[in-house]
């Protein structure tokens, strides 16, 4: 297939400062444009001409263009977006899984940088920035008023060199500084270790260009060390996506040859089609990184574990898997991404790239996650307790003009708007109330204290597993009618 178009698969969670994930596949650009409207393009241009010679200061011409294309792009969805300059050389360095930068995945709140989430074994990770967290000030500059790229742009530099975060915690009412090391970030999107005899558990945190390779040779050090394994947890809460070939490669490793992990279907030829359990569809140079797993990763029983931070690519495995039953899925109603996006980089200017929602995805039963996501078979809390941050994150429904099941751009649920809040509320109370104690955190992934971890080793074992008594399924936007 021709190279002109990469379709890409793009949490909505936000950008990364440093490292930014994709999924991709080859399509073909339509050979004839439509007409242009010419009215329209005029309105454009007159308005681009009175502004240029009315506005109370001389404007760049070019700035205005660019934030003309800019505005254009991001007012269809939240995952639509207009690259150029550095923004195009973070995009495309981030599917290596190498940057050099702090480490945190963010967003725009009011004008401030969010913290989505620290990445696992950055600088940012270790320094104890926290998802939720605002950063008010980089370095000398207020963050209030400039564009996300002006942020991230300031977040990086040489490696070895220093950059002071001011962070507002709004859960412990506290601003400090952090003075952080910048250093270039090889990402280990997977992790893996036997928890006891005959169980293993393997996490998968984005889907890079590394991560299939990384995954097959973690698989093959979990059965040296357990020749009869008898189940295995694979962990994708909190992964937000990532490359689609890594993506079908790892449902492959699980499902029978030929198996059909997603479909994809949009407005144009290239954006229609079916992926398959196959080499021909995961392979980067031709080889088969799967090909020395030992077969029975084909036959041993797997519980997938996903939460609300579970998105694209994440759910597409887990819902290949869900669908030829070959997984019990367990722990919370995913992310609700399903929609591609297709980047274009043959533009007039150099350095530039748009991406572009082109298709919707499939689970191979034919259903469409968009802004419903994966319901697991077994809803899980985080903890004994219950899931006290569930309220506070983000989902595609969550988001303005996201894509809805007739087409149109949805607006944000009130009523979880609300419940947020709420629960923002309660946490804030909880935490004034026990100022001398240490803000409540949810245990490491992977370890002893992770509840969600031990009920899925249960269901393994055939023991009885504590199910929510209060999450229930959260039903997709109905179409709305002409």
């Given at each position: 297939?021709?190279?002109?178009?990469?379709v890409?698969?793009?949490?909505?969670?936000?950008?990364?400062?440093?490292?930014?994930?994709?999924?991709q596949?080859?399509a073909?650009?339509r050979?004839?444009?439509?007409?242009?409207?010419?009215e329209d393009m005029?309105?454009?241009?007159a308005?681009?001409?009175?502004?240029?010679?009315?506005?109370?200061?001389?404007v760049?011409?070019k700035?205005?263009?660019?934030d003309a294309?800019?505005?254009?792009?991001?007012?269809?969805?939240?995952?639509s977006?207009?690259?150029?300059?550095?923004?195009?050389?973070e995009f495309?360095?981030?599917?290596?899984g190498?940057?050099?930068?702090v480490?945190?995945?963010i967003?725009?709140?009011?004008g401030?940088?969010?913290?989505?989430?620290?990445?696992e074994?950055?600088?940012?990770?270790?320094?104890?920035?926290?998802?939720?967290?605002?950063?008010?000030?980089i370095?000398?500059t207020?963050?209030?008023?400039?564009?996300?790229?002006?942020?991230i742009k300031?977040?990086r530099?040489?490696s070895?060199?220093?950059?002071?975060l001011?962070?507002?915690?709004?859960?412990?009412?506290?601003?400090?500084?952090?003075?952080?090391?910048?250093?270039?970030?090889?990402?280990k999107?997977?992790?893996s270790?036997?928890?006891?005899?005959?169980?293993?558990w393997?996490?998968?945190?984005?889907f890079q260009e590394?991560?299939?390779?990384?995954f097959a040779?973690?698989?093959k050090?979990i059965?040296?060390?357990?020749?009869?394994?008898?189940?295995?947890?694979?962990?994708?809460?909190?992964?937000?996506?990532?490359?689609?070939?890594?993506?079908?490669?790892?449902?492959?490793?699980?499902l029978?040859r030929?198996?059909?992990?997603?479909?994809?279907?949009?407005?144009?030829?290239?954006?229609?089609s079916?992926?398959k359990?196959?080499?021909?569809?995961?392979?980067?140079?031709?080889?088969?990184?799967?090909?020395?797993?030992?077969?029975?990763?084909?036959?041993?029983?797997?519980?997938v574990?996903?939460?609300?931070?579970?998105?694209?690519a994440?759910?597409?495995v887990?819902?290949?898997l869900?669908?030829h039953?070959?997984a019990?899925i367990?722990?919370?109603?995913?992310?609700?991404k399903?929609?591609?996006?297709?980047?274009?980089?043959r533009?007039?200017?150099?350095?530039?790239?748009?991406k572009?929602?082109?298709?919707?995805?499939?689970?191979?039963?034919?259903?469409?996650?968009?802004?419903k996501?994966?319901?697991?078979?077994?809803?899980?809390d985080?903890t004994?307790?219950?899931?006290?941050?569930?309220?506070?994150?983000m989902r595609?429904?969550?988001?303005?003009?996201?894509?809805?099941?007739?087409?149109?751009s949805?607006?944000?649920?009130a009523?979880?708007?609300?419940?947020?809040?709420?629960?923002?509320?309660?946490?804030?109370?909880?935490?004034?109330?026990?100022?001398?104690?240490a803000p409540?955190?949810l245990?490491e992934?992977?370890?002893a204290?992770?509840?969600?971890?031990q009920?899925?080793?249960?269901?393994?074992?055939?023991?009885?597993?504590?199910?929510s008594?209060?999450?229930?399924?959260?039903?997709?936007?109905?179409p709305k009618?002409?």
């Amino acid at each position: 297939m021709s190279s002109k178009w990469k379709v890409a698969g793009w949490v909505a969670a936000g950008a990364v400062a440093g490292a930014l994930t994709t999924m991709q596949l080859q399509a073909t650009a339509r050979s004839a444009m439509s007409p242009l409207p010419i009215e329209d393009m005029q309105q454009l241009a007159a308005v681009f001409d009175l502004v240029k010679r009315s506005y109370v200061e001389p404007v760049d011409e070019k700035k205005l263009i660019r934030d003309a294309i800019g505005g254009m792009v991001s007012g269809l969805d939240p995952h639509s977006v207009y690259f150029e300059g550095q923004a195009f050389k973070e995009f495309h360095e981030g599917i290596s899984g190498k940057f050099t930068g702090v480490g945190i995945q963010i967003e725009m709140d009011d004008g401030l940088v969010k913290v989505v989430s620290p990445i696992e074994g950055s600088p940012a990770f270790r320094a104890g920035i926290q998802t939720g967290d605002l950063i008010t000030r980089i370095d000398d500059t207020a963050v209030k008023g400039l564009t996300m790229d002006q942020a991230i742009k300031r977040m990086r530099g040489p490696s070895n060199s220093k950059v002071m975060l001011m962070i507002f915690r709004k859960a412990e009412n506290r601003t400090f500084p952090v003075t952080i090391v910048r250093e270039e970030i090889k990402t280990k999107s997977v992790r893996s270790k036997v928890v006891e005899p005959g169980y293993a558990w393997i996490r998968v945190s984005q889907f890079q260009e590394p991560t299939l390779r990384d995954f097959a040779e973690q698989l093959k050090d979990i059965f040296k060390q357990e020749p009869g394994l008898k189940g295995l947890v694979l962990d994708l809460r909190n992964d937000p996506g990532g490359l689609l070939d890594s993506a079908v490669g790892i449902s492959a490793a699980f499902l029978p040859r030929d198996a059909v992990v997603v479909s994809t279907n949009g407005q144009i030829a290239e954006s229609r089609s079916t992926l398959k359990a196959a080499p021909a569809y995961y392979s980067r140079d031709g080889s088969d990184v799967l090909a020395g797993v030992p077969a029975l990763i084909k036959t041993v029983p797997v519980v997938v574990l996903v939460n609300e931070g579970s998105a694209s690519a994440s759910e597409i495995v887990a819902g290949a898997l869900k669908d030829h039953k070959r997984a019990v899925i367990m722990g919370s109603q995913t992310f609700g991404k399903g929609s591609v996006q297709s980047e274009m980089t043959r533009l007039p200017m150099p350095n530039t790239s748009l991406k572009i929602t082109t298709a919707r995805y499939y689970t191979p039963s034919g259903q469409s996650i968009q802004a419903k996501g994966i319901v697991p078979d077994v809803l899980v809390d985080e903890t004994a307790e219950g899931s006290p941050f569930a309220a506070l994150r983000m989902r595609e429904a969550d988001l303005d003009r996201h894509l809805t099941g007739g087409g149109e751009s949805g607006k944000k649920d009130a009523a979880r708007e609300k419940a947020r809040e709420e629960a923002l509320k309660k946490l804030e109370e909880e935490n004034g109330k026990n100022r001398d104690k240490a803000p409540a955190r949810l245990p490491e992934f992977g370890t002893a204290e992770d509840f969600q971890l031990q009920q899925a080793l249960n269901r393994l074992k055939g023991k009885p597993v504590l199910a929510s008594q209060t999450q229930s399924e959260r039903k997709a936007e109905e179409p709305k009618s002409n």
